[in-house]
């Protein structure tokens, strides 16, 4: 990807300069194993040659190795605007429940959307480059690679996408905004992620990062504050010797003032946005050691409505937003009468969606439900990683593509397998020629799902879609 410029040919999606947040309240997370090997070079552009890599160190005091062999037709090794995809896509397998085939099924628009990236024309010619890069690179994890299930480090060779299908436009080739994807993570990302070998990340902060180089340098410093074996601590401070970290960010040029001039710019812009309090080097060329001091995050007690919600996955903003918009009596009672429903047998697949809309319900919607008997006893279900509300990703704010992508994103939630990319790729047509509705569309599938008819739903859509098809003959 070409490196991000000032002018309009580099945009970037507008975001707002937010400070970064304590870990306490982060409820999105990153694969630990990719955050801390950094499989990405955090550099914006690199030359036409630099197609493959190798990194030699030590893990828990026994020698470990890394390489990267890419294909030089797609631009060479993963780097730049690559690391803010990657991280997107995993964040969007996590918000879908981590199924434990590792699909994520999402459009190219979503992906731009969700990596902070202007979605703008040219960003999916990127976008698309970024994916073959993704998909064709070959890792090699030797020694190095942390299986949590069992407690040991392993070697792993994968490629960071095992599958990637997409749909075009017309009779053209490429991505644009109405391309659906279906992309396969790789099975020891899947894995990890599943036995929970995970470290919170900020995504808030993170993709408010000026720069690529940034984002990067960030990523990868947040991941290395993390214990490798027990992730949980933070580091106030971090330690490290040029080379090696320059190899660790797969910098090419390793004389050390190289290595210096090109961290600079990532080191002021953290330094400024308050994630780091100082960055220094000591000794001389090759020697030098650079000592990271991070800024200490005051964490300030919440009300316990907040924490109440929070223990459901609602996210802290919208916690605080609910509570200043319905106040604390309102939401004290919607609580309870949420509580009540799940205490009822209410089947709820996103408990943090139903949260939220028990307490924005103005139309009397759950009013009878919480006279319903309890069913017998069952087992509790996992845990599930948070994903926005309905509300929030059905709202009626907002631009027509962003309505009509906020509809595809519940739908391939509750759907999933039940249609395929080209019918995915239809119902996105119809719901954009306004053919379909797309409240009713929101609306029905998440009654269907509630009441176990997702199948019949999927039948009287299809038929929908033939009839759109047709019209469009």
């Known amino acids: 990807m070409a490196r991000r410029a000032t002018t309009a040919e580099g945009k970037r999606q507008t975001a707002a300069k937010v400070s970064p947040k304590p870990t306490s309240d982060l409820i999105r997370f990153e694969e630990a194993n990719v955050a801390r090997l950094g499989l990405i070079s955090v550099q914006e552009r690199i030359p036409e040659s630099y197609a493959s890599w190798t990194v030699d160190f030590h893990v828990d005091g026994r020698p470990a190795r890394l390489t990267c062999d890419a294909v030089a037709k797609y631009g060479g090794v993963p780097h730049g605007l690559d690391g803010d995809v990657a991280t997107a896509i995993i964040d969007l397998y996590a918000e879908a429940g981590s199924p434990d085939d590792g699909t994520v099924r999402t459009t190219a628009y979503q992906i731009l959307r969700r990596a902070g990236l202007d979605t703008s024309g040219r960003y999916y010619q990127s976008l698309l480059q970024t994916l073959f890069r993704l998909r064709t690179t070959t890792y090699t994890a030797s020694e190095a690679w942390r299986d949590h299930g069992r407690g040991h480090w392993t070697t792993a060779t994968f490629n960071y996408l095992s599958e990637l299908e997409f749909t075009s ?193 103005d139309q009397g919607k759950y009013a009878d439900l919480t006279d319903v008997p309890p069913p017998p006893p069952r087992q509790a279900p996992a845990a599930a990683s948070y994903m926005p509300t309905l509300d929030e990703v059905a709202s009626e704010d907002g631009n027509l593509e962003e309505r009509v992508e906020a509809t595809m994103k519940t739908v391939q939630f509750l759907l999933r397998e039940r249609l395929s990319v080209s019918e995915y790729a239809l119902l996105r047509l119809a719901l954009i020629l306004g053919r379909l509705d797309q409240a009713r569309v929101t609306r029905e599938a998440t009654r269907a799902k509630r009441e176990g008819q997702l199948d019949d739903f999927v039948t009287g859509l299809l038929d929908a879609l033939q009839h759109v098809q047709l019209e469009a003959r």
């Open 169 to 361: 436009d017309d009779e053209a080739t490429e991505l644009s905004s109405g391309s659906v994807l279906k992309i396969r993570l790789a099975e020891p990302i899947v894995r990890s992620i599943r036995a929970r070998y995970t470290k919170p990340l900020d995504l808030d902060f993170l993709t408010s990062l000026e720069r690529p180089q940034t984002r990067a340098v960030y990523r990868l410093l947040d991941a290395r504050r993390y214990d490798p074996v027990t992730p949980g601590t933070l580091l106030p401070t971090l330690s490290v010797n040029i080379i090696e970290w320059a190899e660790a960010c797969k910098i090419v040029d390793r004389r050390s003032n190289k290595i210096r001039a090109t961290l600079q710019g990532a080191h002021e812009e953290l330094m400024l946005r308050g994630y780091l309090e100082d960055v220094t080097y000591e000794g001389r060329g090759r020697a030098q050691t650079i000592t990271y001091r991070f800024v200490a995050l005051d964490t300030h007690p919440a009300s316990p409505l907040i924490e109440t919600m929070r223990t459901y996955r609602v996210s802290l903003p919208v916690a605080q937003k609910l509570l200043t918009d319905f106040g604390e009596a309102h939401v004290r009672a919607r609580l309870q009468k949420f509580e009540s429903l799940i205490a009822s047998g209410y089947k709820a697949r996103n408990r943090s969606a139903l949260l939220v809309d028990v307490v924005r319900d």
